[in-house]
Each structure stands twice: as C-alpha cells, then as structure tokens.
C-alpha cells in the first residue's frame, strides 16, 4: 500500500508512486468506446481493469451504500465499483477508482463526492477515487490528463462513435452472426496499436481510416428487409450502459428492430458549447470563450471526418453534425438548458425524427430532473409538430421491473408497426 | 372457420373470449388468477374444451402478464392498448377516447386526429389494485366499497398519484372518525383525478369517452365519480357490455394473419408452458431445515412480560391503549409489568367502536377485582381516543414505545418498530432517545402491505408469512415502495414463482426497505448493540428471521411485539403523576355515542377539512385542524419566519412606487419567483410597469393547470405553477414573465451557485406544454443575477429591444433590484433576530425549518408552520441564520445556492442549545437526495437531532405531527427536561 497523502480539504490524493502499484477500476458505459479509452490509459502507463459485471449484486451493493433516491446511475455506478472490491478479486491496498465526472447543476456532478461517502461506510476510505473531467476539478499528482492523452481519447471517442453507429446498422441483418461485433474488435485493436504509435490522430489520418472501416462494415454481407428503426436518447449513462438500461438494445433486436443511438461525440460538444453559450447569457471572459471555441472548432472537425466517411458508403444512414442538432432546436428550448443533457435530448429527438426514425424509446432515471423538461417536457410539442412520431419515455429504477418497461415499449413498437 | 380466441392475461384476472367468423361473442370468462398464471389461463380454455374439440382456432394472447405466456407457449402476442382499440374501432367506431382501467395499469387512448395511447408510468397507482388495497383498509370487499360510495354525501381531498400516497391521506380519516361513506367516494374521486390528471397530458378528454376494463364494470360509484368530473351526459359516457373483456375482444379480433392451430394442440401448447418455471433472481433461504425453526422460535420466546395469573389477581391496574393506523392495541398491566389484559385487532376503520367494545369486555373482566388506576394512549387515532374515552395521558408514540423496550432490554441502544403503516426507528444514546427515522409516505413497505398481498393471493396473514419459512427460493422483490412491488410481484408471476417463495420474498423486502431506506445502514454497527425489534410485523417470524439474517446479528423480539406501544403507554399511566382515573367507567360507556360529522373550516386559506366529533351528546373532538382557531384558540400563535416572509411576499404586486404607464406584467408566483420576486417587482415597478402576481395557491388552483402537466414524478411546487399560468391568461394580463434561472445569487458561500435543473427550466416547459401561452407574450428568456454588471448590460438590451426601455433606465432598475432584494432579506434576518430574543427570554424552543424558498407557501407546506407553531415552537427559516457562521467546504460538491445556505444553517443550529432544525423535502426532489444525507451528517456530528418532513400534494398532517412532537420530546429529554 502507498502512502496515503491528503489535499488541503482532506480529498485521499492519487500520487505519483500509486500510479506505479494500483490498478484503476472503471465502470462500464459505451463498451466500444471505454474497452478503446481503457487501452489508451494504459499506454499512458496506468493499470485499468474495465468492470463489466451486470448481476443483481451490483444493485443490492448500490442500494446499501448510497441514498436510495439517489439517480439509478449513480447507484449502478458506485454499487459495481464497491461490489468489485468487496469480490476479493483485488488487492483493496492497490487499488483505485477511476469515474468521469461533468459539472453543471445536475446531480451527476456529485456522484464523486457520493462515491467517497459510500467507500466511506463501506470503510474503504483508504481508496483514492480519480475524476475524470474537463472542468479541471480534483487535480491528481499522479494522473493528469497531458495533450497526448486529449489527442488519443477525443479521436477515440469519435472513432468509437462511427464503429457503434456502423455496427447498429449491420448487426439486425447480419448473415453470419457475430460477425459485425467480430468485425468491431478487430478495428478496436488497430486504432489503439496506431494511436501507440501516434498515427489515426491527425484529420488526414483519420479520413482515410474512417472510410476505411466504413468500406469494410459495408462489406459485411447483410440480409432481409429493412426493419423499424428504433431510436434511443436518453440520460447518458442509461441511454448507453446495458446494465442501466436492462439490456435495451439486446431487446429492440430480439423484437426485430434496428436501434439508433446518438453518439457520445455529440455529448461532448455539447458540453463545450455550454461553455460558450454561458458567456453569450451571462458575460464572462473573452478568452475562456475563444479557448473553448477553439475546442469545439477542433472536436466538430473531427465529428465531420465521421459523417464524411459514413456518407461515402451508401447503404448506411447518415449523421447529422452537432451543429444541425442545435439548429434544430430552436423554437423548443433555449441553448442556456444545459444540465443533464439539456436541449440536446430534446435536439436528438428531432434529428432523429427528421431523418425518418420516428420511433423513439427515451430513457432516464426514475425522478431525472433534468428531462422533466427537455425529456418529457418536450414530446407533447414533438408530436404536435410531428404527428408521426411516436415516443415512449421509460424510467429505469432499482425497483422497476423489466416487465413493465418491455410492455411499454411493446406498445410503442404496436403503434411503430401500425405506422401512426 | 376457425373459431377466433383472444386470451388477456392482466396482473390479477384472465379474461378468455372466443368469436366467430362474424366476430360475434360466443363465449368469454373473466377469472382472478391469484398469481397462477399459466395454470388459470390453461383451465379456463379447458372450460370450453367440449365445444372446441377437434376444431382449429386461432389464439391471440394480451395482456401485461401474457407476455411471458405467450413466449413459453409460442402462441402469437399483441400488446393490449393495440387489441383494445382494435375492439373500440369495431364496436364503437365514433369514439373519442376510451379511458380504461385494469388491475395495475391505467390508460387512456384518445381517437379522432391522431391515434394516442397513454399508459400509467411506473409511479402511479390510480388503478384496479389500488381500489383493491383502499377496500382492504377499510375493511370492505371492492363491491362493498362501492355501496358505500354511493352514499357519500362530501368528498375529502385525498393524493392521487400512488396508492401509497392516498394511504396516507385515508389513515388519519378513518382513525380521527370521518364518515366511510364519504371517504369510499373519495377514494374513487382519486382514481378519477390520477387518470384524467396524470394520462392526459395536455389533451382535453371531450366527446364521446368508452370507459373499459373490470374495476369500470362492475363498480358504479367509480363511473358516477367519472361522469361528474368529465361533466358527460348520457351520450358521451359509453359503459359497453362486455367492458371487461375488451381487451380479450380485441386480440381475437386482431388474429388476421395468425396461423390456425387445432384446439387440442393450444391447449398442450398452454399445459406444457403452465409448468415451465423458470427463476433467475432468488435469495438465500431463511432456513434450512425445520429444527433451525424451532431453535429460533424458543430463542425468542424468552423475551416476555412477568407472568401474572390475571384471573386471580387483585389489586391496581393501569391501561395503555395504542391506536394505530390499522390495528388498535390494548394492555393492561399489573404495577410490575405483568400482562392482565390485553388487545390486538384491526381497527376496521373506526377505532371508537372497537375500543368502545374492548373496555366494555375489559370492565366486565376487571369486576371488583381491578382497579384501573391511571391510563394512556398513544398512537395515530390519539386525540380521538383520548378524547372520546376520557383518557388520563396521550403521549407521543416513539417515546411509548421506547419504554416498552427498555423494558425488555434495559441496555436497548437501537429500537426498530414495524407496525402497519409506518416504521420507526430509533436510536438511545445515553437513556434518552437520540435520532429518529420514521418511513416516508413513499416507502412505506410495512405490515399493512404484507397483509394486501396475502389478501390479493388468497391467504390469511398468519398462513401466508409461514408459508415463506422453509422455501428454498424466496423471489428477490427489490426493496422499493409498494407500487414497484406489485410490478415485482407480477414479474415473479409471470416467472412462474409459487407463493411460497414470493412470501419469503415480500418478508425479506420489508426487511430491506427498513434496513436500507429508511434506516440507511450499511452494517449491523450503524445499528447497535443492543437491538429491541418490535410491532405486529415482527411477530412474522420470516421478517424476524430475515432481518437478523440481514444485520447478522441476534435481537431482541418480545412476545408482546405487536402491543409494545399498548405496553410502553401503560408503563408510561403507571408512572405518570397529576391528576389520573378520569377514564370513563362502565356506567359512563353503557350510554356511550358518537356521531361524525364533515366541515371545512373557513378561518383561513388552508381550508382545512374538519371532522367534527360528538360523544354522548356534548363532548366534542375536531380533527383535520392544523391551529387552534377552529378550536376556539386566537389567531396569530408563536412568531413564525415563514408566515412574515409569505405575507412580505404576497403584497409585491401593484405599481409600487411607479405609476404602471408601460403596461402590466403578470408574474406566477412559484419556484424561483419566491426567492426572486422582491428583485424583479422593484425592477418592474421602477421601470413603471404594473406588475400582476398570481393569486395564492389552492388545491383548486393546482387541477386549474392540472392537464398541461407532462411529468407526473415532478415536484409539487412545479405542477403547481401550471395552475399560476391559467390563471394570469384568464386574468387577462397579456405579458407574462417568467425567466429561466439556471444560476442563482452567487452568495459565495459554496463551489456554484446553481438553481436545481427544474426551477432553472421549468418556464420553457411551461411554454410548449401550456397552449394558452400563444395568447400572450410570453417571456421564458435566461438571466443571470449572479452577474450583476453584466446584467445591466444584457438586460439592457433585452428591454431596449422588447419593450423599448432605455438601456439606462433597466441599468438603474436593476440596481434598485439588487438593493429591494438585500432590504428583503435583511429585514427577516432581522425578524429573525427578534424571534430568536422573543423565544430566549420566554424559554421557548427555535426551531429552524431549512428548506427551499417556495416552501413557505401554505399550500405547498400544507399549513406545517401553523402547526409547529401550536407546538409553542418559535419558527425561523435557514436564509435568516445562514449568514452567521463563516463559509465552510464541504465534502460534497455545494454547488447549488439554497443547499449552501442549508448547510450553513445546520452548522449554525449545531452550535445553539435552544434551536433544532427540521428538514423540508419536496417528494421527487433529487438535489435532496444529496442534501439530506449531509444535513444528517452536519447535525448528527453534533449531537443534534436530525429531522426530515417529506412533502407532496397530501394534506394530512398526521405524520408530520409525530415528527414534530417526537423532536420537541427527544430534545426534552436530551436537555433533561423529562426523565423517561
């Protein structure tokens, strides 16, 4: 075990020599993309062990060390980090946990903070707990996000997003089965052994790679007629984590549907756009606004190689850039709705809409308080404007049960066949 | 042809029909399942075996529990919403909408323009089962509820979003004595008021309206409830025949394109799958193996009173009485302890008639021999009781029952008490009882809810909890609130789980909602050393068992479990002192009545609905009341922070000083409007508009806008200010002013100065949801006040540009805004000061009540700070007190500014012998998930007390009480004011 050094608040630090003896746990979210991130962080020299446990212990764990009304994600997330520890599969002196983090008014921003209370309880204390953000909260001696990291983990992100985009297209027709996720970790592997040697970072670089994985997902031999295109949006974690959303998209294929699920690219620039659209409501720094401008200009510019390189291959649908989502949006909420997922919930469904996915299953945490408004809030004026679509909203919960989620979305999926 | 069969399998009935080739009826059923799924829904085609034999058909199964049905047996499904308005379509082909009701689900379908179909979210209990448990509380059969209601001559206001909810409200009717009759009608006005209020969403339900589905059926007083709100005539209320097998109808109806099957071969399809079982998520057994029972049992037959022969005993007695929420409890006990005599029974909804018995019998048993020297009573029902029997004590009931534990286990350091309704917890440090938890309307998974399922199975409580003792597989239900359980429940079903295991399962989720919700421990540690486990729901052996299997740790479960609270409050008579005796004797009870009868009092605005008792002729106990001014008491009462903000508040409407030449601006008093509006009214009126405030909220004013809410999980205050928006439009203001507040003053106390996500954006939701709101200008634009230079500028143009107001001129106004809003404030810290020396120099207690801004409106309090204020508590709020301790960091991230301010008013409090704090929480509100816990944190590091009050659109106060009194008499005994 390190020596446990402490910063002026008393937060346990993650020092230089922990880096050396500790594996990082991570919980799972997009499987693509984090299994991508996971390797990324080890190149930096870190230990990280991506946790992929889904059984009801996770829940039971959550359930008793984090306040019961608190957001399902947060207990998901903090019930399968100490569930991990209390398995005995880890050295609990060498350990550490590792947890993105978001600002912002939402109660995600605390799940950190809720996280230390329950190892607290739990009487792990003596676990150091990172946060990934952007916002430059909780510095670490010995984990700090340096330029080489930012330029393999945005890439990644993006790379992850077109993987994820392609394979939702082939999977529910593939002919030999297994094929497209085969065919997914196949291009994981290559991205991370380039990303070793800094090449896939670069906009050329990544044009030529883009297409090229786009070439080869098309080249996957598909079969059948087109199936009901399912939406999902949603808060981030459920919206993406199998384990929060009780297995969706293994359900929308089992009822012989195509799921659509918006990128975490498209999260990302919205974030950084709320930096910039703070400072257009309220006043702040000049340079602060141009600085995250800068970001965004960087980040979009690569979200358009993806788009590009979809658009090269035909037979696969489209994707809007981040910039048309926020156009649509407009007459619908205000860009200074930025907690949780703020108007980009509410500008995926309508991007989504328009491009001729009028199906959507929208998933948040029972008692979500940022889609009250941009979630629930919004479909009575999405189906006023669009009669064709045809929305269900699904709470995920410690106590709802997959039975009354499955029979809403078959209902859903009734009226999808129907053609409402 | 071949013969059409739809098979609806709901969560409690299966209804068969089968059709011909004209889509006539040839045959239906509608049978309770009982939780046997696979195996009713085989029997009921056996039924029509003989006339389909050897014929094809072809099968169609719906329903919410047919879904696993139909995957096991292969026989094609549709989902029913599709099935029943495929059925509509054909039967009754001009209808607008069709509201139907089931056993757990509730939907609305609205036809004509675009077919829309609503169902009941996950929260939400309006429904069949629900209408099922409110029976069982009131001791009646559904159909008997219904003759009741038909009779009802008021209806009382009672929570309709969730079962649990609308428990809560009907407890306190029945046990303060209102009228069966009208609380049968009111249950069902609820039902009424969830359907039309949470499905429709914004959609008006006009035309002609089916209504469908068993509870629709067979229950006239729910469709009269219906008609009357939805102001239908004859025509357009449709109650077809066959209302209950629609859904049935439907699916046999939508079997084009099913492939046809021989009769013979559907009914092995359905047998086979009948015995499929097939479990995924189950527990350790509670035991395994018959002997580790009975070493369990003795075990805990040891913990019990002094043995008394009661037929031969002679000499003194004094009589504890605990009127619970569904039992009422007797104990009469010798001057050490021994039992003499004793009750436990179902209060069956009026707990006067049943005592009114027992001390009758209790009398007869006493003859000569027994004299009754002193009594108490203690519980929900304890001003009635007291009242109406003319009993010596009425005490608080955590305190009655911490005397019988002690009683038990002198060295008791943590009391847990699971009684019907509502579980308390709490913990002795040092002889006095130091923290109280109680269950929240909202998770209260307790005793009355084993009893509702054991019902809804067909078992008797006692036979149904061993039932669950030595299954090897006890179904893991979770451990959330009781609406979540039935869908657990039904999913077990559906899974094949016998009853048995879902016994095991239901003691188990007790266990682990007390354990984890409420009492929020993680180890046994948390808990204590000395564990007394007590109320009727402990004397289940499986919830005893479960529970120590839990915390890992052995506990005390006395044999009297179920009459602790009888017990402590005849402990409590025993020792009592001052005048005792004046409990009405046997002659006095011969000539014993008691009439009940509905008022509403109309002292004020809360409008509280009285109950006013008479006993024998003269004597008179009013109940519902939250002051004591229908009581004879004077208005006013102790100073109270929260009535001098509200009524500051209120008066910010006008032209101020200006003289409203450039129009008038309607502002809804809500939300962030409660913390903002001294600001904004300066800076209006400076500006010389004429600013228009909503009127006070009401429960009226709240269904005014009930329709155009989305969210039905939202917080109360939010919904509320749909009713505020109505009526400005109907005002005729035609500019609203609403703005989107996603920070809050930066009083640089935390790490952020947010708002929460609702109050930031609750007026853009407000504006694509309230279609009325295209008649005016609406203005929902962002500001920022935590910027004030740049909001001179940003203001500025905004009012250049929409009103044409020199940008100077809102510069100017908006300093005067920052000033009026730092006058208002400082003016209740000042108040404040004069209440806090007030209290000092009369000995009276402080109590801070911390919360958020627009809790000090009455009707989203309810009237609680009248009620504290009868209390003789002395009432500030935490934005009067917070500014004196010096900024603190915090363990968690203080990012929202009403939060920093509790945090500081709790550390404050911590600091102040005489002042204790109560916590108000908004049901749904998520921020508070947070705050609480490290509210707790702050006070209990201090020794302080910790108190939360949970809020929502109920009315009753009755839980409310036991907190309030409970921490006035904790913090007694902490100070030593009163020895235990």
Sequence with gaps: MAKLTYDAHGRLLFTKEMKEEYTLLMPQMLPVTFSMMKRLLELEGYKVELLDTTHRGIIETGLKYVHNDTCYPALLVIGQLIEAINSGKYDTNKIALFMSQTGGGCRASNYIHLLRKALQKAGLQHIPVISLNLSGMEKNPGFSINLRLVRRLVPAMVYGDLIVHLANQCRPYEVERGATDALAAVWTERLVAGFAKNRGRSKREMRVIMAQIAAEFAAIELSGEQKTRIGVVGEIYVKFAPLGNNNLEDFLLSEGCEPVVPGLTDFMLFKIDNRIEDINLYGGSWLKKKLCQVFLWYVAGLQQCMIDAVKTQPKFHGLASFAEIKAGVKGYLGYGNKMGEGWLLTGEMIELIHSGVTNIVCTQPFGCLPNHVSGKGMIRKLKDDFPASNIVTIDYDPGATRINQENRIKLMLASAGRGV | MAIKIGIDIGSTTVKVVLLDDNNTLLYRSYTRHYSKVREVAAEQLRVVADRLRGQDVVPLITGSAGLGVSKASEVAFVQEVFATAAAVNTYIPDTDAVIELGGEDAKIIFFGGTLEERMNGSCAGGTGSFIDQMATLLDVSALELNELALRHEKIYPIASRCGVFAKSDIQPLLNQGGRKEDIAASIFQAVVDQTVGGLTQGRELTGKIVFLGGPLTFLQGLRDRFVETLELDAEHAVFPENADCFAAIGAALCTGGVEAMPFGELLRRLEEAAD?????????????????????????????????????????????????????????????????????????????????????????????????????????????????????????????????????????????????????????????????????????????????????????????????????????????????????????????????????????????????????????????????????????????????????????????????????????????????????????????????????????????????????????????????????????????????????????????????????????????????????????????????????????????????????????????????????????????????????????????????????????????????????????????????????????????????????????????????????????????????????????????????????????????????????????????????????????????????????????????????????????????????????????????????????????????????????????????????
């Design chain 2, 276 to 980: 499929e079982s097939g479990l995924t998520d189950t527990l350790p057994p509670l035991f395994a193996k018959k002997a580790d029972v009975e070493a369990f049992q003795a075990r805990h037959a040891k913990a019990t009173p002094e043995p008394v022969d009661a037929n031969a005993y002679r000499g003194d007695a004094y009589l504890g009485i605990d009127a619970g929420s569904t039992t009422t409890k007797m104990a009469l006990i010798t001057p050490d302890g021994g039992i003499l005599y004793s009750y436990y029974g179902s209060n069956k909804g009026n707990p006067v008639t049943i005592l009114l018995a027992e001390l009758r019998n209790l009398y007869a048993f006493c003859g000569d021999r027994i004299t009754i020297r002193a009594s108490a009573v203690t519980g929900y029902g304890e001003d009635l009781i007291k009242s109406a029997f003319s009993i010596d004590l009425g005490l608080v009931e955590t305190i009655a029952h911490y005397r019988a534990a002690r009683h038990f286990n002198p060295d008791v350091d943590f009391i847990i008490d699971i009684g019907g309704q509502d579980m308390k917890c709490f913990k002795i440090r040092n002889g006095a009882v130091d923290s109280i938890l109680l269950n929240e309307a909202c998770s209260s998974g307790c005793g009355s809810f084993i009893e509702t399922f054991s019902k809804a199975l067909g078992h008797d409580i006692a036979d149904f909890s061993q039932l669950g003792l030595l299954d090897q597989t006890p179904t893991n239900l979770g451990s959330r609130c009781t609406v979540f359980m039935n869908s657990s429940v039904k999913q077990a079903q559906k899974e094949g789980a016998g009853v048995e295991s879902i016994s095991a399962g239901l003691s188990l989720s007790v266990v682990k909602n007390a354990i984890y919700k409420v009492i929020r421990a993680a180890s046994a540690d948390d808990l204590g050393k000395h564990i007394v486990v007590q109320g009727g729901t402990f004397l289940n052996d499986a919830v005893l068992r479960g529970f120590e299997q839990e915390i890992g740790r052995e506990v005390t479960r006395p044999t009297i479990a179920g009459l602790m609270g009888a017990y402590g409050a005849a402990l409590s008579a025993r020792d009592m002192t001052g005048e005792t005796g004046r409990l009405l004797d046997a002659a006095a009870l011969g000539n014993f009545s008691h009439t009940a009868r509905p008022s509403v009092c109309n002292a004020c605005t809360n409008r509280c609905s009285l109950t006013i008792n008479t006993f024998d002729g003269d004597r008179r106990f009013i109940s519902g009341n939250r002051c004591s001014v229908p009581l004879g008491g004077a208005k006013g009462g102790e100073p109270n922070l929260m009535r001098y903000k509200y009524e500051k508040i209120r008066v910010m409407t006008g032209k101020g000083a200006g003289d409203g030449s450039r129009g008038k601006i309607g502002i809804p008093l809500g939300l962030n409007m409660y913390e903002n509006l001294p600001f904004w009214f300066e800076f209006f009126t400076k500006l010389n508009f004429e600013v228009v405030l909503s009127p006070e909220s009401t429960r009226a004013l709240y269904q005014k806008g009930q329709r155009s809410i989305p969210s039905d999980t939202v917080c109360y205050p939010a919904k509320m200010l749909h009713g505020h928006v109505e009526h400005l439009i109907d005002a005729g203001v035609d500019t609203i002013f609403y703005p989107c507040m996603a920070y809050n003053f930066d009083e640089g106390k935390g790490d952020n100065h947010y708002n929460c996500p609702v109050v930031a954006y609750y007026p853009e939701l407000l504006r694509v949801n309230m279609s009325r709101l295209q008649q005016v200008r609406y203005i929902d634009a962002y500001f920022g006040l935590h910027r004030p230079k740049d909001l001179e500028r940003i203001a500025g143009a905004f009012f250049a540009a929409e009103f044409g107001v020199p940008a100077r001129e809102t510069a100017a106004a908006i300093r005067a805004g920052y000033a009026a809003y730092e006058r208002f404030r400082q003016e209740a810290r000042d108040e404040a000061d004069r209440y806090i020396q007030y209290a000092r120099e009369h000995g009276k207690r402080i109590l801070v009540v911390a919360g958020r801004p627009y809790h000090i409106d009455p009707e989203i309090n309810h009237g609680l700070d009248e009620l504290i204020g009868s209390y003789g508590l002395v009432l500030v709020t935490e934005d009067s007190i917070d500014h004196l301790v010096p900024k603190a960091k915090r363990k968690i991230l203080n990012q929202w500014t009403y939060h920093a301010r509790m945090y500081d008013a709790a550390r404050y409090v911590a600091t102040q012998p005489d002042m204790q704090l109560l916590q108000l929480v908004s049901f749904g509100c998520g921020l508070d998930a947070i705050s609480t816990d490290e509210m707790r944190d702050i006070l209990e590091a201090t020794g302080k007390l910790y108190t939360q009050i949970k809020i929502d659109d109920i009315s009753n106060l009755g839980t409310v009480k036991i907190r309030i009194r409970s921490l006035i008499a904790a913090a007694d005994a902490l100070d030593g004011k009163v020895m235990l």
